[in-house]
């Protein structure tokens, strides 16, 4: 921050005599100095001294006369105000009463418009499909999750003996290894073996330990 | 209680009252009213006290005592004499009804300067949707007829008009803290809890507002301060 920046920014606060006395003999020895910031000063003074005689102005027609009349008038409507009944207590409550209607009406058109829609992906079944070497082929059918414990593609070509039918590329060195382990979600239907040509070919239970999605 | 003491007030009001303005009293006021509204060593909470307590003439000493600054900072928001007249009636009634739920731990004016304010804000909303730019809407009124200026005078008119003038492009947040400080040399301190906002955000709005009311200033002027700074 430059000082004219902060001398510019103390400027209001500076014509309105706000400042506390060691930033106001700043201001004071910069202007001194700057003529930029002097201007600045200036014409902030000139429209905040305008502004100031706006007090001493008159309105059109004001004096103690109608200041007079002003005090009777205000008497005059508090005593009205006074001798207005209080509220019945269903005249109280008329806000209240008609907030809660509104709400209560709300809600019923909701549940009577409303459409469930689709559920969300992550409560649907699995999506039954097959997975296996790029270019290979097709492995034996496999429930993918649409929700659960994410799994980690690995690297097919660092473990010895397994290559990928497109060689070393991205689409051929890694695939969604394996599912083999882990628990069958209740309630999942089984997929069905054999989904595509050449599916299915080693015959492999889903899911079953030890076995890769792979046909290695 | 209290509806039957203002009752009375209303009828010693309009009746001209046994203590009314025959004896010069200043506004026309009852004597003892009068005398309550001047007395300074009773305050104003003493005054709401003694009102609460349903003695008549304590609440028409507060509007004699808060009166004029009332409407003087309704007329400078609003800027048309009988909007803010309006303002100061309807924050009085509005005082009265809720002078039941008044916390004596805090300042009396304050609270009562808070209500003229929001009154005064939502005039000057409403007076701006609805201002159809006739001769008659513009702030500050038409000058007194009563008075027969001279070239001095004159100028000085048309200063005054110029600064409506420029008032009247403020937002409203700016236009209040401007005439609370500059016009009626409130405090910040003074002013925030009267807008209802801290004192922080009372002191950025009048540091904005200066320079918002500066730049209007000299575009409408054609003043670019060439004089320098007296301070």
């Known amino acids: 921050m430059t000082p004219c920046t902060r001398i510019l920014s103390w400027l209001p606060a500076f014509v309105g005599d706000e400042l506390d006395v060691a930033a106001a003999a700043t201001v004071r020895q910069h202007l001194r100095d700057c003529v930029d910031c002097r201007r600045q000063a200036a014409s902030l003074q000139q429209a905040r001294n305008a502004l100031q005689r706006l007090a001493a102005a008159p309105a059109p027609g004001v004096d103690e006369a109608w200041f007079a009349s002003l005090q009777q008038d205000v008497v005059a409507a508090v005593a009205r105000q006074a001798e207005r009944p209080a509220p019945r207590w269903w005249e109280a409550m008329r806000w209240p009463v008609s907030v809660a209607a509104a709400a209560a009406l709300f809600s019923c058109g909701w549940w009577l418009v409303r459409d469930d829609g689709p559920e969300s992906l992550l409560q649907r079944p699995p999506l039954v499909t097959t997975v ?18 994410r799994l980690q593609m690995q690297p097919l070509g660092d473990e010895g003996g397994v290559e990928s039918g497109f060689g070393p590329g991205m689409m051929g060195r890694y695939q969604l290894r394996t599912l083999e382990g882990r628990e069958w979600p209740a309630g999942w239907p089984l997929p069905e073996a054999g989904l595509g040509a050449g599916a299915g070919a080693a015959g492999e239970t889903p899911l079953a330990p030890g076995r890769s999605t792979h046909g290695r | 209680m209290i509806q039957k003491s203002i ?21 026309g006021l009852p004597r003892a009213v009068a005398d309550l509204a001047a007395a300074g060593g009773i305050s104003d909470a003493e005054l709401v006290r003694r009102t609460l307590a349903g003695q008549q003439d304590p609440f028409a000493a507060l509007v004699a005592r808060y009166q004029k600054r009332a409407f003087w900072i309704a007329y400078h928001v609003v800027g048309r004499v009988e909007d803010a007249r309006d303002v100061a009636q309807e924050a009085f009634v509005r005082l009265f009804r809720s002078l039941a739920k008044y916390d004596f731990s805090r300042s009396f004016y304050t609270w009562f300067y808070r209500i003229v304010m929001n009154l005064a804000i939502d005039s000057l909303r409403k007076l701006r949707s609805a201002r159809a730019g006739s001769l008659d809407d513009l702030p500050g009124g038409l000058a007194d007829e009563r008075e027969e200026p001279g ?31 500059d016009i009626h040399g409130m405090s910040c301190r003074e002013i925030a809890p009267i807008l209802g906002v801290t004192h922080a955000t009372a002191r950025w709005r009048l540091h904005r507002g200066r320079q918002v009311f500066r730049d209007h200033w000299e575009r409408l002027t054609g003043n670019g301060g060439a004089q320098g700074v007296e301070r």
């Open chain 2, 7 to 27: 009752s009375q007030l209303s009828a010693a009001a309009s009746d001209g009252g046994p203590d009314s303005s025959p004896s010069g009293l200043p506004g």
């Open chain 2, 151 to 181: 070239s001095a005078a004159i100028e000085q008119q048309e200063q005054h008009g110029q600064v409506w003038a420029v008032l009247e492009k403020l937002d409203a947040k700016f236009r209040a803290v401007l005439v609370l400080r």
């Open chain 1, 132 to 149: 296996g070497h790029a270019g290979a082929s097709l492995g034996p059918a496999k429930a993918v999750p649409w929700s659960g414990e």
